[in-house]
């Protein structure tokens, strides 16, 4: 399969825990998008990543998260001292430059 | 700051009746515009991509529009079958330096056997 993966696809923590998710994407895409989604709304854009370079961060993304692509091609977003707000889908994407984006199946993260 | 809404947020209709989404957006100035499935639970699939310059994009029983100038794009589904109950979402990416799709909140189809 060469569609963009995600591991987990659930996570389970305690409250103040900290969790690291990663992301594979379509080999040849030098973008790498990161979403949020809660229950009945629309996915919302957290960071994305040209190649290593992170170029931009929304203002949803606190000091807790981080997210890290070190050779451009796989990523980690890790959210430190997790909130029970935290509690969502989040969502992978990968793309060539301004081209259609491919989205991976989630990690589903409940705080407790 | 670019919003997105999808009316209506919820339809039910029997099986094989044609149907439109519609989507609208605030801010003109996008680069293309995207219509996803999502099944529940499930990641996004893309359907669709329009981009700026073009007016509509088909895709077998699938037909989307999009009218830039007045913030408007439909997604056309024909002959609609149980299999295509879903959420449906459409996406615009901004022509700005800010390289993000920014998303409706979905209109959830179901069609009825």
């Known amino acids: 399969d060469t569609g963009v993966s995600q591991n987990p696809r659930h996570k389970i923590t305690k409250r103040g825990q900290n969790v690291t998710f990663r992301c594979d994407p379509i080999?040849?895409?030098?973008?790498l998008y990161w979403y949020r989604q809660t229950l009945g709304q629309g996915p919302e854009f957290l960071t994305y990543?040209?190649?290593?370079?992170?170029?931009?961060k929304s203002r949803l993304l606190s000091d807790r998260f981080s997210a890290e692509r070190p050779k451009g091609s796989f990523s980690t977003l890790e959210i430190q001292r997790t909130e029970q707000g935290d509690s969502a889908m989040y969502l992978c994407?990968?793309?060539?430059?301004?081209?259609?984006?491919?989205f991976g199946p989630g990690t589903r993260l409940t705080v407790t | 700051k670019q919003e997105v809404t999808q009316i209506p947020a919820a339809l039910s209709v029997p099986e094989g009746e044609n149907l439109v989404l519609n989507c609208s957006f605030t801010?003109?100035?996008?680069?293309?515009l995207q219509w996803f499935r999502q099944d529940p639970g499930k990641g996004l699939t893309s359907l669709l991509l329009?981009?700026?310059?073009?007016r509509e994009q088909t895709s077998g029983r699938l037909n989307a529009s999009l009218d830039k100038s007045s913030g408007r794009s439909t997604l056309y589904i024909a002959a609609s079958q149980p299999g295509d109950s879903a959420t449906y979402l459409c996406?615009?990416?901004?022509?700005?330096?800010?390289?993000?799709?920014?998303f409706g909140s979905g209109t959830q189809l179901t069609v009825l056997p």
């Open positions: 801010d003109s100035a996008i680069y293309n």
């Open positions: 080999s040849e895409h030098n973008r």
């Open positions: 329009i981009q700026s310059s073009q």
């Open positions: 990543f040209q190649n290593e370079a992170q170029l931009e």
């Open positions: 994407a990968s793309s060539l430059v301004d081209d259609e984006q491919y």
């Open positions: 996406a615009t990416l901004s022509s700005g330096s800010a390289r993000q799709l920014t």
